[in-house]
């Protein structure tokens, strides 16, 4: 009898816990649809400032021996926040569009699929400039997170090739 009170015990606190992970997800969803749209403005302003740092001044550092290392940590620092603004805005657009069970759909695999969906549900309303918008700034998380590890790598070679020179210049 113990057992069985135990089983039955152990199953009721594994339907509440169940039942309390969905409530925490819907409270965080409904909690992130406020907060995304008060933070979403913000960030499309602080991603237009970082692309122009992008390209005025992290891409040429990138040129030099030297700046390498500042060039790959401002490209890495891009690329965060423009995978940032990509998700929070693909979060509200499959919202809008398709409504929170999309919303569950994309949270539910791994995350990230409010980005593939986001993308889905933008091709079948027919907003392609909204589409092409998502796709350009996927691209460019990706590909500012691929530059940023270029140059660290570049770095890295580099400052291993100074310190065999200062190493070999110390034993002759």
Not at 47 to 53: A, E, K, S, T
Not at 64 to 77: E, M, Q, R, V
Request: net charge neutral.
């Amino acid at each position: 009898m113990i057992d069985f009170l135990k089983k039955v015990s152990g199953f009721i606190i594994g339907i509440c816990i169940f039942f309390g992970i969905i409530f925490l997800v819907i409270f965080l969803i409904k909690g992130g649809i406020w907060l995304g749209a008060k933070v979403l403005p913000w960030l499309f302003i602080i991603m237009w400032i970082f692309f122009v740092l992008d390209v005025l001044i992290f891409l040429p550092l990138g040129i030099f021996k030297k700046t390498k290392g500042i060039s790959a940590f401002g490209f890495l620092l891009s690329s965060y926040i423009y995978g940032l603004t990509l998700w929070l805005w693909s979060f509200l657009l499959t919202l809008s569009i398709w409504g929170t069970i999309a919303v569950y759909v994309g949270l539910f695999v791994v995350g990230v699929g409010v980005i593939p969906i986001a993308i889905l549900a933008t091709i079948i309303k027919g907003e392609w400039v909204i589409t092409g918008e998502i796709i350009l700034l996927l691209i460019l998380t990706f590909g500012s997170r691929m530059l940023g590890y270029h140059f660290a790598e570049k770095a890295e070679e580099l400052s291993k090739k100074d310190i065999i020179k200062e190493v070999e210049g110390e034993e002759i």
